[in-house]
């Protein structure tokens, strides 16, 4: 069974920091992504890591700030949230695909999701 288990989320100030965690199981990734969705926004495309660590792309917005990163010892990518801004309050998901093709910072991309983990941050 595959699980893709988010959690580090929370409550934070402006300026703050946050790593969330994806602990994945029941499948060899190719690789992963974080998407996030704000409330009454379209899902959008964070970050996104290859299976084994060798190549990162990140939206515009949070280049500079984020840093997603994986542990293949432990089957969990992380991302790292530095400098947060109210405007990154969202619901963050991590999303997994066992495929290396099709376009890598598109939903479409990923076959498999998490439940989602909820950041806040507050001004």
């Known amino acids: 069974q595959v699980r893709l288990v988010e959690s580090g989320g929370g409550l934070v100030q402006a300026g703050g920091s946050l790593r969330l965690s994806c602990a994945a199981s029941?499948?060899?990734?190719?690789?992963y992504a974080w998407f996030r969705q704000a409330p009454g926004k379209e899902l959008e495309f964070v970050a996104r890591?290859?299976?084994?660590?060798?190549?990162?792309d990140y939206a515009d917005s949070v280049k500079g700030r984020f840093t997603i990163s994986g542990d293949n010892a432990k089957n969990t990518v992380y991302l790292q949230m530095n400098s947060l801004k109210p405007e990154d309050t969202a619901l963050y998901y991590c999303?997994?695909?066992?495929?290396?093709?099709?376009?890598?910072?598109?939903?479409?991309?990923?076959?498999?999701w998490g439940q989602g983990t909820q950041v806040t941050v507050s001004s």
């Open positions: 029941g499948r060899t990734f190719s690789r």
């Open positions: 890591i290859s299976g084994r660590g060798g190549s990162t």
């Open positions: 999303a997994a695909d066992t495929a290396a093709w099709g376009n890598p910072t598109s939903r479409y991309g990923y076959d498999y």
